[in-house]
């Protein structure tokens, strides 16, 4: 099979782009996780701000999209992608607006190991992500997206058990539950991008 | 780019009863909210039988598509509209099966509004939808759609953090926190609609 | 329209042995509603198995896929096909996860039901995928699908608003609901299987 040269590069800056700005979202999210409540307004306005910023990338790219007639990618990848990754921002600042709202006073050591999974996520993402026009050692960073979504999910189990077990207000375990399942999302929602950037990078082989 | 005479354009026409469709769903929606559980039943019975016509309209769009060879508008557009169509529905629908069955007695003021906005929304896809076929006018509603989805997702989150600070029973916290979840969906669903007409609309300019 | 003469046939193996896959899954998950927690440890092991099975059957189809050029039916139906087939097994899983972590002493008399309903919806995934290669007798297991489905919905619904009604713990319900949600939602994904499947053989008809 021949390729056309691709004229439109373009895409693969918006995905840079959208990588960096999970990246950005996913250290104040680890920060609220440490600093507990006395900054959490400002830290969710913050990937509110964030969050908006990631929506507009995603239209970008899909009015680019609908106005390109040669993609160096598969179409349905570049729109599948731009969704992914518009997704985990979203689920970032869903975990913080949880949070703040909740009053959560002091986050758990499982909420911070689970910030601290999503953080290492969105490295990854950028690390994969970057690589993806070149198709250079993009597949070792989608198998570790992988393996932080199986630990989150761990973490998230074994935290939301943790709930039942410990004699909690029931008030407490709703708040928390969601709060763990929203994070654990967060982490699904990166393996989703993962698997797209796998996909694009296996069909280019 | 030039485009082939379309044969078949009955896809509008279905749409544009899946779309009414969802109308008189949200109207049960409201009227629910509205008048207390008195008719409950009856009110969810009137939606489980819109559900079932919503049904039948996403079966015999994809039977049709199925046997169309050449479209009005893609492929997978049409089948993506029709699904996303069906699941407002269900949403609704699935809104007033959790008041009903989880025997709610007057439903509150934020309920009340968020069915306002389910309704607002579904007001504007079927304008959306049916400006669809000359393609007219149809991105004002899609932004409205999308404000009025940012509305909803507002008012559902104060109003679950309101639940846990006003000393509710735990009972109906997790009760309520699944309705406004539920209807809050309806509103991403009605944001789905909104942007696959809008990337069809673009593709067309 | 003419066919070519498809040259790989192997996908509809692999969508085979990712349906008995399931179905082994699904009779663990009946036993363990059955048995009580005297062998969940050991039940869920297994499940986590049959979980890594589907995992590498679906990364199968989807290599394959990236390297075939002429696919025997629709290179999206293949994929979608498998991620609905891996998300069975996943949701089957979860539902046992569930089970075990919360340390539910004797599943209720409804889990056992959707135990079951699960149990002959992966019967008919494993009629409907093996006879998908000649494209016969599809239909009738697909429309048996979409009867559990909804059957899966009622048991379910009743299920949570007796939660509610019985005066059980805030604990208990929570832990219960979640549980009833998962089982229904593995009954959602074998109705994305059975769609898939009848859009399928729509298309070849």
Redesign the interface.
Known sequence: ?FRLIPREEKFFEFFEKAASNILEGARVLVQMTEEGNVNFQERWKRLEELEHVGDKITHQI??KL??T?ITPIDREDIHSLAVALDDVMDLIEASA?RMT???IKQPTEEAGKLAMVILKSAEEIVKAVSNLERMDDVMEHCIEINRLENMADEIS??A??DL??KGHD??D???W?EIYETMEMTTDACEDVANIVE?VA??ST
């Open positions: 099979m899909i009015r609908n106005r007639f607006v709202l909740y009053k189990r074994e939301i058990a039942f077990d029931p008030m375990v709703i708040k539950k996909s296996l069909k």
